[in-house]
């Protein structure tokens, strides 16, 4: 079974981990783009806020397999 990764702000994505997902705090879109560049390779399911998919809205190459959602504003 793959992980579920959630990636973006502290506030926001903090509580996945409670879930039991791995939490990549990113609070800027520096970090959003390192988070995403450094994610597992058994992930299966990412979660971004929309501040941490804004900062990949520039082109980031998805990652294949992987299954991509955006928290709602």
């Known amino acids: 079974m793959g992980l579920l990764v959630a990636i973006g702000e502290a506030v926001r994505v903090e509580g996945f981990a409670?879930?039991?997902?791995?939490?990549l705090v990113a609070e800027d879109p520096a970090a959003v783009r390192r988070a995403w560049e450094s994610l597992?390779?058994?992930?299966?399911?990412?979660?971004l806020t929309p501040k941490a998919a804004a900062a990949l809205a520039d082109g980031s190459v998805p990652v294949?397999?992987?299954?991509?959602?955006?928290?709602?504003?």
């Open 18 to 23: 409670l879930g039991g997902a791995t939490v």
């Open 40 to 47: 597992p390779s058994d992930v299966a399911v990412v979660v």
């Open 64 to 73: 294949e397999g992987v299954l991509t959602a955006i928290m709602p504003p």
